[in-house]
């Protein structure tokens, strides 16, 4: 049986787009911090390269 004309499905809809944000705000924390690991591996090994030059 169809729904009414005009009624939505607007309760699931919310649902979904907030999990689905929370997901892309994990991955984006996760892509950051995976960054910042990085950068702080690489400054690292520039300093002891450094040290070890002088």
Do not use: Y
């Amino acid at each position: 049986m169809p729904k009414p004309k005009g009624q939505k499905n607007t309760k699931n809809k919310a649902k979904h787009t907030k999990l689905l944000q929370r997901k892309l705000n994990k991955q984006r924390a996760e892509k950051e911090a995976t960054k910042s690991r990085l950068k702080a591996i690489v400054r690292k090994a520039n300093e002891a390269k450094k040290n070890e030059d002088c």
